[in-house]
């Protein structure tokens, strides 16, 4: 094997130009398998979450068991399960409105705004959201604000258990389908406080992780709560758990796309350089080499233009997903209201992009 090895040495660096443009394809096909799956995951789980929040749903909820309150790191809880990408703690509560007011009754909910657009990305239709640090301000729906004569700057005042608190309007949320009572969003503390109800909340709501098994992570979760929490979710076969597995494998084909694109550069590239070579094998071949030298040459040659591609491939395909994800994160936040969040490189993509481009090169 030491004579395959120098002979493919002393031909790639005696034909640099050559050598330099085979390997450019392998880094070519490498960068669009790495950089584009390693863009997917993040994309899918965007997805999800945007199909979900439209619906006004979350893969989990917990509440007490007597749909009391209970301490707020039971969130911490829930995030530590398995299979649990996001979770966000809440206090809501019902809220009679006195005489004067458009509406009779809202929903209050203290929700924290580090953890909770993870969960539910609301679509802003003006102003800001809430942000951490944040004390007396609140979030209300366009829907509320054109019957209440809402406007952004105005003070919404609330019954409370000190009395009455009152919160400015920075944000208005776009309307969607959702129950018949409006629902107001506020700072997690500012709804503690004004319950009377400190460090404590009564729903924690969980996103799966694209690749979760469902029915297993409702099973750790009530495994780690126990009985004095109530599990709720998806069911499992219902319309709406069928359109989320529709857009996973809509973003699936992408990454198979984008496999066989890989391959096909990659492969056809090899088949060529192969082809063209016949003059230079036929002299192999006729001064004494044997089939399973020229083969050698040939393999070793693969071998390591396919180590080098890969390895610059996968450094490329790691600037590619950056920066596809750069360029196609503002589009997403006009359209969707979403940022699309850093690229995700698991084992399995390590591990295609290995196979891809040094088993395909070697094997074409």
Known sequence: ????????????????????????????GVMILFGLNGLLPALMDRL??????????????????????????????????????????????????????????????????????????????????????????????????????????DTFTLPSASGSTGFEIVGLIATRAMPSVEEVYVPLPAAQAMFNQASRINIVEAIFAAD??????????????????KIGGIEAGNQFLAALEIGTVALNIFGILALSMGGFVIFNTFRTIVAERRRDIGMLRAVGASRKTVVGIILAESLLQGVIGTAVGMLAGVALAYGLSALASPLFEQVLHLGIGDPVFTLPTFLFAIVMGVGITVLS
């Open 1 to 28: 094997m030491n004579i395959q090895l120098t002979l493919a040495a002393r031909y790639l660096m005696g034909r640099k130009l050559r050598t330099f443009l085979t390997t450019l394809a392998v880094v070519f």
């Open 48 to 153: 999800r979450q945007n199909i979900m929040a439209t619906a006004g749903k979350v893969d989990l909820v917990v509440s007490g068991a007597t749909d009391g309150t209970f301490d707020v790191s039971i969130v911490d809880e829930v995030r530590s399960v398995e299979g649990v990408a996001h979770a966000t703690g809440s206090l809501r509560q019902s809220v009679t409105l006195p005489a004067g007011y458009a509406v009779t009754a809202i929903t209050v909910a203290g929700i924290d705004p580090a953890t909770a657009p993870d969960v539910h990305p609301y679509s802003l239709a003006s102003g800001r959201y809430l942000q951490p640090g944040d004390g007396g301000v609140m979030v209300i729906r366009e829907s509320l604000s054109e019957q209440a004569g809402l406007k952004i700057g």
């Open 212 to 229: 979760a098994d469902r029915d297993q992570v409702e099973s750790d979760a009530k495994t780690r709560l126990g009985d004095r929490f």
